[in-house]
């Protein structure tokens, strides 16, 4: 159980462009997910909490417009980088937690993001 | 400022052995503590977790916890070349669920 799905895994873009990452829980609800970005040889950092049904909350010196954060539903969230640039190329991660009350959180495989 | 900490290693110990992985923490108040296993490229992987002071065993992982001491650490015993991968602790301090990771300490085990 308590499996996370990410989609891409892997995508190169053109500087300007927007792109979409999908995160889906896919044998439990989650209300609650959380976006990671990890640079190479770095530790994990938490971007934003995702809430199902209202606005996410960002962590300071992450900028909102620039990567929003949908949570239509209980097993869905998704992170849009917008105009994307070559400093944002990374490994985003998100991971979910089934709400057991033991504050597990299960990561999704992650997406690596480059951009050109 | 709420911080984990942990040894960025690498920590090389040969099949068989057991390994030992620190972390300390500096919020008085945490309850929930983690070990990640993170293979390089990859998403981190939940092995432990422990809530309560004292060990926790689940087969050759034991993880163990001294909230006096601010200090959470993991023991792996018969150590196999496949252990090799960064481990990272994580600490929630409230019950809004935010994990808070340390660098991570990376394993080699060699054969």
Known sequence: GAVVSQHPSRVICKSGTSVKIECRSLDFQATTMFWYRQFPKKSLMLMATSNEGSKATYEQGVEKDKFLINHASLTLSTLTVTSAHPEDSSFYICSADPGQGTYEQYFGPGTRLTVT | ?111
């Open chain 2, 1 to 111: 400022q709420k911080e984990v900490e942990q040894n960025s290693g690498p920590l090389s110990v040969p099949e068989g052995a057991i390994a030992s992985l620190n972390c300390t923490y500096s919020d008085r108040v945490s309850q929930s503590f983690f070990w990640y296993r993170q293979y390089s490229g990859k998403s981190p992987e939940l092995i432990m977790s422990i809530y309560s002071n004292g060990d926790k065993e689940d087969g050759r992982f034991t993880a163990q916890l001294n909230k006096a001491s601010q200090y959470v650490s993991l023991l792996i015993r018969d150590s196999q070349p496949s252990d090799s991968a960064t481990y990272l602790c994580a600490v929630i301090y409230n019950q809004g669920g935010k994990l808070i990771f340390g660098q991570g300490t990376e394993l080699s085990v060699k054969p």
